[in-house]
Every structure is written in C-alpha cells, then in structure tokens.
C-alpha cells in the first residue's frame, strides 16, 4: 500500500487551544479514513473522505482532503480533555484493502 | 453483533515460548490484517489475509506465522517468542468495498 507520512508525531496543548494534524503522500491518493485511538485502547473508525477538496466536520472536528489528493488534515477546534489519544490517518484505496499502512499517528495530549 | 474478537487480552511469555494470538469477526469480512504497535512506531503491518486460504506478508513479518482457513478466524502465530516481540498486537477486519477497518480490543504481550 501506498504510505502515508503523518506530522507532528506529539503534540501538547492547553485545553481550548486548537490542533491540526497533517497526513501527506507523495502519490495520489483514492480516499483517506482517519482513525482515533483512545490510551490504553483501539483504533476507532472516524471519518473517510474520496472527493478531491472534500470538507467534514463532526462537532469540533473538520477533515479535509486536498485538491490533489496528496494530502488531508484533520482540525480540532477548542480541544477538550476527551480529545486526548493518537490520530492516525490511513489511505483507504486501491484493490489490496488487507495490506493499507496507517500513518505513524500523532499523539495529542491536552492539558487542563 | 461482537465485531472483531481478540484473546487473550494480556499474556506473558518466556523467551523461546510459542504462542497463538487468536482473533475472529463476524461481519463475513474477506479482508483481515494483524498488526503491531510500539511507542512511536505506529501501527506496523504484520501478515494480511484477502480471503479463506489466502495469506500474505506486511512490513515486519519475522517471527510471525498465520493461517486463514475459514472466513471468520484469522490467528497470529509466535514461532520462539523474544523480547522484540514485546508489543501491543491488534487485529483488524477490514469491510469489503469501504475498506473502513474495525480492530479488536488488543494483546498486550510482555516476552521477558
């Protein structure tokens, strides 16, 4: 599968401040899911985008797709305590759906 | 409807010990993947199955054997245990056309 770097690797913030984790591919991609993975828990399915410039949003979270399809991002505004855990974004495309590689994730920490 | 099933949730091993992680889905899921996670590493692709019979390598698959004779099992084999292989281990079915992927609970392993 094609492999998705993922940046920053930690991130720490103070609750109510904002966070952006970035997911870049130097090929384009078919779609792009994000992933939660709460301590001490397991990857939790969040969100899939496939449109070139897509835009979601769940609540505080907005998850965008770049035009080229080479990137997409994933923004938490006024971040909460529960917001805390590891994001992984993940390409989703192609026909090998058993061999995708996830990014290596970015660890949020939110202090209170 | 229990998802993906993985046991145990903890165990222990002597180094040189052999174990079987086992792992089970009941949503007739064609695609299931094993992978390990280690701080900072991220999630790493150990063996992947696309089908009943069908198995494949991932990014690190030495030391690690896995067999997929029926749809719904898919168990992850440690030949002679090592340290290195102290890991969370978590098994994945991934949904046929979607690709979104739905993990078990995790195995902690602890090779001393």
């Known amino acids: 599968g094609q492999q998705v770097m993922q940046i920053p690797q930690y991130q720490h913030v103070q609750e109510g401040e904002d966070f952006t984790t970035y997911c870049n591919s130097s090929?384009?991609?078919?779609?792009i899911q994000w992933y939660k993975q709460r301590p001490g828990g397991h990857p939790v399915f969040l969100i899939q985008?496939?449109?070139?410039?897509e835009v979601k949003k769940q609540k505080r979270l907005t998850f965008q797709f770049g035009e080229a399809k080479k990137n997409s991002s994933l923004h938490i505004t006024a971040t909460q305590t529960t917001d805390v855990g590891t994001y992984f974004c993940?390409?989703?495309?192609?026909?090998?759906?058993?061999?995708?590689?996830f990014g290596q994730g970015t660890i949020l920490t939110v202090h209170p | 409807n229990a998802g993906v099933t993985q046991t145990p949730k903890f165990q222990v091993l002597k180094t040189g010990q052999s174990m079987t992680l086992q792992c089970a889905q009941d949503?007739?899921?064609?695609?299931m993947s094993w992978y390990r996670q280690d701080p900072g590493m991220g999630l790493r692709l150990i063996h992947y199955?696309?089908?009943?019979?069908?198995?494949d390598q991932g990014e690190v698959p030495n030391g690690y054997n896995v067999s997929r004779s029926t749809t719904e099992d898919f168990p992850l084999r440690l030949l002679s245990a090592a340290p290195s292989q102290t890991s969370v281990y978590f098994c994945?079915?991934?949904?046929?056309?979607?690709?979104?992927?739905?993990f078990g609970q995790g195995t902690r392993l602890t090779v001393v």
């Open positions: 993940r390409n989703a495309g192609g026909t090998s759906y058993g061999k995708l590689t």
């Open positions: 199955s696309v089908g009943a019979g069908i198995t």
């Open positions: 090929t384009t991609l078919s779609n």
């Open positions: 985008l496939v449109k070139s410039g």
């Open positions: 949503m007739n899921h064609e695609y």
């Open positions: 994945a079915s991934i949904e046929t056309g979607g690709g979104k992927a739905f």
